[in-house]
């Protein structure tokens, strides 16, 4: 202790036992709270103390106005809270946890409005009267309203997940594209017909078309003509000494140089005889090669006259002649189902630009002539004499049966008339009958390579074709050719245009086309090499006779994964995907879930699209149920597949795809001035032999560099509390400190909520001694309890709390030297030169037993609100270290004077 404090505290067991008189009992109330002069306390002797280092830094922090503070000297009460403090620091006392109280909820409300960053609440806090109170207020909600209504809009278009695409065009080699060729003819005619079950498909596909009138008539008849009716000559000597007979011969025929129209008059054949024909003066470009029908005079050995093949019109002729071949121009007009009608009239061959008619050759067949073959060596009874009997050795005896009402609803020719319609309809009976064979049946009955691909050519160098160019089946088209196949290499353009990319020379061979294929020519599909050609779906004709240019421009999309897009990956990896192989796709993804559910549905398999599973058969082209099951299957998934609406398949974009833009063009070719194949330049024959079958691909890219398009997000997080920010800093001027008070004044509300359903809470527990019920304020060493009156408003804090007697009677004495203490200073104050009248320091230290607390003698206002605090207060003080008990030791630590302190007391 100090040297100056001289007066020791005898404690016992009941409290206090002072020297002095008893002191009196104090009265707790705001009003009799004493004015405690202002200690000097000095912090340096606490510097040396590790344990209260904190604590001086904090009492030079804290500063307050001099005006709250009455400097004077030191005073007994000063000693005796020196005193109080030692006694309560005599052993080690632990921590009794706070007391809360009921808590005032519209001070809290005030408090907050009065010190909130939001800027409308601060006002109408800080407001002094009504009007702009009402004013704020208004403002204020209005304002709130704007910014609701904002913020909503911003959330929506954030939940929105809106997303953009960046184009960046890159200049750089692009990868050379893979390029998927095929014909449009799916399978040749000879395959056709060398299997029975083709050949009865295509047959009721003639039997049908056969007896269409109009044009169906007559492409049956093109195709038929090579065969006709006839009636049988007598011997063979009248088919040998016959004068006119059919032949088919390469003719030049003269066209209009402004029209391209064919000049009336007979063409001119080319053959090796007395009739020939010379071009002089570049003339040439005045005669259109052709095909035609000519009429053979065996007696002067020519060829005339001679009429394009398809200009010729049949008729059954009622009379002709026998040893000469011509029929006059009278022809039969009743009706042709009568019996013996065959057997009395001549079929006959007319043309509208000659006045006679050539009748049907004895054998029923029309040879054609070579242009380099001699007419005067010619064997004409081999050629056109018919065997005896009549009948030919090599043709096949054809039966006419009649199909079951069940096949004929099966091929779904019952109901169709047009004539475009019905071709489809047996495209798609002939891709039903080919698709119940086994696949190498299937690439047998297509063209192969070395019939299809003629000449190849990249980047200006030969190709191997064998190597280059891979076979992928695909149930359309038969066998297709695929260049770029090797995904090991990679293969790009060294230049931009035509003569840099891929140039190659297809054969159609028309004389193979079945009578299905309504056009001739090759279908050109540009893809990724790890995507799955659809020639059907994404291809391109290439007619012949023409040099058809694909210009490609590549593109490469990186799309966005969900919420903000709904792209997929590993697709593939499906146990439905068919195309085994290739990597995912959308419409690999739409024809395999198509050919699953008709599968599940129909228990076989669609052949229009692969088949994985060996277990399961394709649909059989005679079953009605299983066709018409397979159509209806596949007209509602279609309309499902557009809707997006298709159950258990969900067919989103890839994230990241490939793609080539085709732009086309074309050109007529050959021109006939360059050699071609075998062909040479004045051979115009040969030329049109390569203009009706083939014709020359080119795909080239027309620029090298290439564009990509990145999806991203177009509202990010980011963006959105920016966006909040700003419209919450518009309206109502907060920020997130703002929104921080709102969520501690809820928490304090809270609390209050849970702490006012507490009545009250027993102190026995913690001290040990028997309570007496007392109504104070604070904690269990707060400050004096006030006593209510009709003018005095409410406390912050108000409990109702039991302590013991021995801390009530410390507390009253406490309170009694404050008073006493005020009283001195008011003395003192109006004349220095009296002395202060010591204390007896027995009379003002109480005692203070173990495990209590310091009492609060804070001061309140008459509003219930701290106005002065004590540093020393274990509820309000900055020098207390709450949670933690004190523990003293045999030297005791020099209490430093509280007048060197500036600031003990605080707001």
């Given at each position: ?548 240019g694909y210009g490609v421009r590549m593109k490469k999309f990186n799309r966005i994964s969900p919420p903000h897009g709904h792209c997929f990956d590993g697709g593939e990896d499906d146990e439905f995907f068919i195309y085994k192989g290739f990597n995912y796709s959308v419409e690999g993804c739409h024809r395999s879930c198509t050919q699953r559910e008709v599968i599940r549905i129909c228990g076989c398999a669609d052949p229009t699209y692969p088949l994985n599973n060996k277990k399961i058969k394709t649909c059989s082209v005679s079953d009605p149920v299983a066709r018409e099951c397979i159509a209806n299957t596949t007209h509602y998934l279609g309309r499902l597949i557009a809707e997006g609406n298709v159950p258990n398949c969900t067919c989103h974009q890839p994230c990241t795809e490939i793609g080539y833009e085709v732009s086309y063009s074309a050109a007529r070719w050959p021109s006939g001035t360059t050699k071609l194949m075998e062909c040479e330049i004045s051979d115009d024959l040969c030329m049109e032999k390569y203009r ?216």
């Amino acid at each position: 202790m100090a040297g100056n404090e001289t007066d020791e505290i005898i404690p016992n067991g009941s409290g206090l036992s002072p020297a002095g008189p008893k002191p009196l009992k104090p009265t707790l109330s705001f009003e009799d709270q004493p004015t405690i002069p202002k200690p000097n306390l000095n912090p340096t002797s606490f510097d040396n103390q590790s344990n209260h280092s904190g604590h001086a830094n904090d009492r030079r922090r804290l500063k307050l106005p001099d005006e709250a503070y009455q400097k004077r000297e030191r005073s007994n009460s000063a000693r005796h809270f020196d005193k109080l403090r030692r006694i309560s620091r005599a052993c080690e006392l632990p921590r009794l946890p706070r007391m809360k109280g009921r808590i005032d909820y519209k001070t809290l409300f005030k408090r907050f409005t009065h010190q909130s960053t939001i800027h409308g609440v601060s006002h109408a806090g800080n407001a002094t009267k009504r009007r702009w109170l009402i004013f704020w207020c208004t403002a204020f909600a209005i304002c709130v309203c704007f910014l609701s209504i904002q913020v909503m809009l911003l959330l929506k278009k954030y939940f929105e997940y809106p997303k953009t695409v960046d184009l960046d065009l890159k200049f750089e080699n692009a990868p050379f594209p893979s390029v998927t060729l095929c014909n449009l003819n799916p399978y040749k005619a000879s395959a056709i017909r060398n299997d029975a079950a083709t050949r009865a498909t295509m047959e009721a596909y003639q039997n049908i078309i056969g007896s269409a009138e109009g044009v169906a008539g007559a492409l049956l008849a093109q195709q038929q003509r090579g065969r006709r009716p006839k009636r049988q000559f007598a011997t063979a000597n009248e088919a040998k000494n016959r004068r006119y007979h059919q032949v088919y011969a390469q003719c030049y025929c003269e066209v209009n140089m402004l029209s391209g129209e064919r000049k009336p008059g007979s063409c001119f054949a080319a053959f090796k005889g007395k009739i020939s024909l010379s071009f002089t003066d570049n003339q040439l470009n005045k005669f259109h090669p052709s095909k035609c029908l000519c009429q053979l005079d065996a007696t002067s050995k020519s060829l005339w006259p001679c009429f394009p093949y398809n200009t010729w019109k049949e008729r059954m002729c009622v009379e002709c002649r026998a040893e000469l071949g011509h029929c006059p121009m009278r022809f039969y007009n009743g009706s042709q189902a009568k019996p013996h009608v065959h057997d009395e009239m001549d079929i006959c061959l007319c043309h509208n630009e000659y006045n006679h008619c050539i009748a049907n050759n004895a054998n029923g067949e029309i040879p054609e002539i070579n242009p380099s073959e001699d007419l005067e060596s010619m064997d004409y009874e081999k050629k056109f004499a018919a065997p005896l009997g009549g009948q030919l050795k090599d043709e096949p005896t054809t039966t006419t049966t009649t199909q079951a009402p069940e096949l004929r609803q099966a091929l779904g020719f019952d109901e169709l008339t047009d004539e475009i319609a019905i071709t489809t309809q047996a495209k798609q009976n002939l891709l039903f009958t080919v698709g119940e064979k086994p696949i190498t049946e299937r690439i047998s009955l297509s063209q192969n390579k070395s019939e299809f691909i003629l000449k190849c050519s990249f980047n200006q160098k030969d190709c191997n074709i064998e190597k280059d160019f891979a076979l992928h089946y695909d149930n359309t088209y038969g066998n297709c050719f695929t260049f770029n196949y090797d995904r090991t290499k990679a293969v790009t353009a060294h230049r931009a245009g035509a003569n840099y990319g891929l140039r190659v020379l297809l054969f159609a061979n028309l004389p193979e086309y079945l009578p299905t294929s309504e056009a001739v020519g090759f279908r050109v599909t540009v893809h990724d090499k790890w995507i799955a050609p659809f020639p059907d779906a994404f291809g391109y004709s290439a007619p012949t006779g023409f040099m058809s240019g694909y210009g490609v421009r590549m593109k490469k999309f990186n799309r966005i994964s969900p919420p903000h897009g709904h792209c997929f990956d590993g697709g593939e990896d499906d146990e439905f995907f068919i195309y085994k192989g290739f990597n995912y796709s959308v419409e690999g993804c739409h024809r395999s879930c198509t050919q699953r559910e008709v599968i599940r549905i129909c228990g076989c398999a669609d052949p229009t699209y692969p088949l994985n599973n060996k277990k399961i058969k394709t649909c059989s082209v005679s079953d009605p149920v299983a066709r018409e099951c397979i159509a209806n299957t596949t007209h509602y998934l279609g309309r499902l597949i557009a809707e997006g609406n298709v159950p258990n398949c969900t067919c989103h974009q890839p994230c990241t795809e490939i793609g080539y833009e085709v732009s086309y063009s074309a050109a007529r070719w050959p021109s006939g001035t360059t050699k071609l194949m075998e062909c040479e330049i004045s051979d115009d024959l040969c030329m049109e032999k390569y203009r009706k079958n083939a014709a020359m691909v080119q795909v080239f890219y027309e620029e090298l560099n290439y564009e990509t398009l990145t999806e991203t997000p177009a509202y990010t997080l980011p963006s959105l509390m920016a966006d909040l920010g700003g419209v919450t800093g518009l309206w109502i001027g907060a920020s997130i400190v703002s929104l921080l008070e709102v969520v501690v004044l809820v928490i304090y509300c809270a609390d209050a909520y849970v702490t006012n359903r507490k009545v009250s809470i027993p102190v026995n527990q913690f001290l040990g001694v028997t309570p007496k019920k007392r109504s104070v304020s604070s904690s269990i060493a707060s400050r004096p309890i006030q006593r209510r009156t009709p003018s005095s408003k409410p406390s912050i804090v108000s409990v109702e709390i039991e302590m013991p007697q021995n801390l009530l009677r410390a507390v009253e004495e406490m309170s009694e030297i404050s008073r006493s203490t005020e009283k001195s200073s008011n003395q003192s104050s109006k004349s220095h030169l009296e002395p202060e009248e010591p204390i007896s320091r027995k009379n003002s230290s109480p005692y203070l037993p173990p495990g209590a607390e310091l009492p609060c003698l804070c001061l309140y206002n008459s509003e219930g609100v701290l106005s002065k605090m004590k540093a020393l207060c274990p509820e309000h003080g900055f020098l207390v270290r709450r949670g933690t008990g004190f523990t003293c030791t045999d030297d005791e630590e020099e209490i430093p004077d509280l007048e060197d302190t500036d600031g003990e007391w605080d707001d």
